[in-house]
């Protein structure tokens, strides 16, 4: 079993497919492809600052898989 952390940081790429922020679910199902999944985890946070002078919102997406690589399609005959 092994695990995989990813992280989308920039909010402002979620729905611009065109453009060069890599989305989150476009960079799982490139790399889940050729492995077996066994749990997918998946986090949210939003966080804010402010002062007197100036606000910010931050936004994360973090998601934990949870894998085997898959078996080698080969398979060997035995014998008696």
Known sequence: MKVKIMHQVDWRGWDDRKGKIPILEDQIDKFIADKEVIDIKYSNSISMAA????????????VLIIYDDKPSKIKQKTFD
């Open 51 to 62: 002062n007197q002078e100036m606000s910010d919102t931050d936004h994360d997406e973090s």
